[in-house]
């Protein structure tokens, strides 16, 4: 894993942005081209997806959904992140404990999330907390492989250096570990908003929760609506890229900085 | 400027290391570094410990600073709790922190001495690369913000671990210099370990010699020269024949 990802100049990022813009306009007329010579109930175009789009915003259903399942990501995704790190710089640091809890977290990262998802409904019932839960939960491992990879490098000739000049143990966290954990931090936090979008529809979808873009394209599904289901995909890929340009990546790009 | 104004306190080492071995590791056998090397560094003396790389130098400041606790014998750093500091043989400063804020973060809040930074900074000639982050400016100012790092503690004991290595000489010159003067400001209690002989004679107000193998102490030079004497470089050459000529001397 390489959490590493350096800041490029505007030249290349001009240059990269024309490419992004040539292949999206590219797979828009592949899309086009393949509804217009099929049955449109089926697939239907650009057109009709954003004119669906249009009337779902329009009458604020989008906005009600989109921002319960929002809310939902943006909780299981702390959760996860929190409980994650904490468990990674544990089994990170000490030897006997990664010995111990590896088979655990092996389990855990390979039991499928519909297993995690069903039983979590089974156990806990049907609430807001339980779909939270659910979705966290698929998380966690991961996040914890990963801060465990931070914690085992960490540099043992700092830690030396901040006990001959007496950093102490809150300083020594923030100037000292937090910074070498960062990076792995950002990259988990990257991976984990992908995974943790696509777990949440899922969630909704299953659980039977009355609100949010799983439940609208569950009932949509039911209904053999594939407009409606574009609609909600396009909308909801498009707010992850923001979060993903907008917060994770520049927040990436700072604790990076102090690299040569 | 001088920002260095309280004086050293007038404390001595006293190192006894009996037994010092790593254990066999990889189908190495154990290995005995160190074997009865007992030695006293005197309040502000500037003992410079010499020999060949792997006779046990850097493994017995190691022992002296605390970091290594796995040997037979006792360190005495006398009465109280004496303030000591180790350079490192690299300068290990944080990455992700500028050089100011490196030396800041040396001391604790608010302490008196983060007064000094600034000016100590400026001593050392790192005015100008202060608000960068190191690993932007050159090993040779690295290796001078952990000197200043070291220095603006005031310690009562200072521990130092060929801070000097692998630069160009007259990087390297520089900041011996550097040294000598921030050490003559205020004199304190140092061990220092280096394989340079140049180096160990330009410095070290005593010479240790290490012998190689289980080592042990097998010489004890007292360096006559004078502060002024030190920048020179033909009296040091002078006084480097003079110590370290003998039958047991092998190849510098």
């Known amino acids: 894993m390489l959490p590493a990802r350096k800041v490029t100049p505007a030249g290349a990022t001009a240059e990269r942005l024309l490419w992004t813009l040539a292949s999206l306009t590219t797979l828009v007329a592949l899309w086009s081209l393949a509804a217009a010579i099929s049955d449109s109930r089926h697939l239907p175009g650009p057109a009709k997806v954003l004119e669906v789009l249009g009337q779902e915003a329009a009458s604020g259903a989008l906005w009600s959904n989109m921002s319960i399942t929002l809310f939902r990501v943006a909780c299981a995704f702390i959760l996860a992140m929190l409980i994650g790190t904490v468990i990674g710089i544990f089994v990170g640091s000490y030897r006997r404990a990664d010995q111990f809890f590896d088979s655990w977290l092996v389990l855990f990262l390979n039991l499928p999330a519909l297993v995690i998802i069903a039983l979590s409904y089974v156990w806990l019932g049907t609430t807001e907390l339980t779909a939270i839960f659910a979705v966290a939960v698929n998380k966690i491992p991961n996040v914890a492989v990963q801060m465990r990879e931070g914690a085992r490098q960490l540099s043992r000739d700092l830690s030396e250096m901040a006990g001959v000049y007496n950093f102490g143990p809150w300083k020594t966290l923030r100037h000292v570990t937090l910074p070498q954990l960062a990076p792995f931090a950002a990259a988990a936090a990257r991976s984990g908003l992908a995974l943790v979008w696509k777990i949440v529809l899922v969630v909704e979808a299953l659980g039977g929760h009355a609100t949010g873009v799983g439940h609208q394209i569950h009932a949509a599904f039911g209904n053999y609506d594939v407009p409606t289901i574009l609609a909600y995909a396009l909308a909801f890929i498009v707010v992850i890229q923001i979060v993903e340009f907008g917060v994770l990546q520049p927040l990436q790009a700072r604790v990076n900085r102090w690299r040569r | 400027m001088a920002p260095i104004t309280e004086t050293a306190t007038e404390n001595s080492v006293r190192i006894t290391v009996k037994r010092k071995t790593f254990p066999a590791i990889g189908g190495r056998d154990e290995n005995t570094v160190l074997r009865d090397v007992s030695f006293e560094v005197g309040p502000r003396e500037f003992v410079v410990l010499t020999g060949p790389s792997g006779c046990g ?185 003079r110590i370290f000529e003998g039958p047991d001397v092998g190849v510098s």
């Open chain 2, 57 to 241: 130098k850097s493994t017995l400041l190691n022992i002296v600073a605390g970091l290594d606790q796995d040997y037979e014998g006792h360190i005495d750093l006398g009465p109280g709790t004496p303030r000591m500091i180790f350079i490192f043989q690299t300068p290990r400063l944080l990455p992700w922190r500028t050089i100011r804020e490196n030396l800041m973060l040396s001391l604790p809040d608010g302490d008196r001495r983060q007064d000094n930074v600034d000016a100590i900074l400026d001593r050392v000639g790192l005015t100008e690369a202060k608000n960068a982050y190191p690993e932007r400016t050159s090993l040779g100012m690295q290796r001078r913000a952990a000197l200043a790092r070291g220095f603006i503690q005031e310690p009562d004991i200072l521990l130092m671990d060929e801070p000097f290595v692998s630069l160009d000489d007259p990087t390297a010159q520089d900041l011996r210099e550097l040294l000598v003067d921030l050490w003559n400001s205020r004199p304190t209690t140092v061990l220092f370990v280096t394989h340079d002989r140049h180096e160990a004679v330009m410095l070290g107000t005593r010479i240790l010699r290490l012998a190689p193998g289980s080592a042990s102490i097998v010489a004890d030079e007292t360096v006559r020269l004078t502060p002024s004497d030190r920048t020179s470089r033909d009296k040091v050459q002078a006084e480097l024949k």
